[in-house]
């Protein structure tokens, strides 16, 4: 049995041509034996959440994909804790959702920073099972990384960063186009 659990990121392996998770490195927020959710943290938009929300904060909160499915709603790590109500943990620094209505208003206050906070549009859920499949079928990777890591904006380059941490056998992988059959 695969030991799963919330905290622990999934990188796509290489062979996973799907391109909604091609070279994404998810967060899983949530694991049970019925469901897991979990948040791509490296595919960022070119948005940020006052485009969609009026008069959010002073400072640009970016706005990431964090998966393919509810895509109208909003999802968010944070390191704000118990500050939160309503917050699940996901490890000892890390938090997912609670009170957006708190949220904004300490954003408004100038009491939350882009370091304590991270935004996605829609998010990434396996059914019963699923994941368990995925990952035994080598669609993913399981592995840890540490809060910094998972609070800081990244791009794709952070799949190519933990692919070269992997055995040499992924190494060739680290630099894999888009599109390889366009080379």
């Known amino acids: 049995m695969l030991n799963i ?13 799907d391109p909604t998770f091609f070279k994404s490195v998810i967060i899983l927020t949530h694991h049970s034996k019925d469901e897991s959710i979990g948040l791509v943290i490296n595919q960022p938009t070119k948005f940020y959440l ?10 640009k909160f970016p706005i990431y994909i964090g998966g393919p499915v509810e895509k109208k709603s909003i999802q968010y790590i944070h390191t704000l804790g118990n500050q939160i109500i309503n917050s699940s ?22 009491k939350i920073s882009k ?11 396996w059914g019963e099972n699923q994941l368990n499949i995925e990952i035994k079928e080598k669609s993913w ?5 540490d809060v910094e890591s998972c609070m800081k904006y990244s791009t794709n380059q952070l799949w190519t960063e933990l692919i ?3 055995d040499k ?3 060739i992988w680290a630099n894999l186009p888009k599109d390889p059959y366009l080379n």
Request: hydrophobic share 35%; net charge negative; glycine share 8%.
């Open 89 to 110: 943990r996901i490890t000892k620094n890390l938090y997912w959702g609670g009170d957006f209505n708190q949220i904004l208003t300490l954003m408004k206050e100038n």
């Open 115 to 125: 370091d304590q906070i991270r935004f996605f549009i829609g998010y990434s859920g």
């Open 169 to 171: 056998d992924y190494a």
């Open 50 to 59: 006052d485009d969609i929300i009026d008069d959010v904060a002073k400072e």
């Open 141 to 145: 990777i399981i592995d840890s990384l």
């Open 164 to 166: 070269k941490t992997k």
């Open 5 to 17: 659990k919330k905290g622990q990121i999934l990188i796509s392996e290489p062979s996973l041509t």
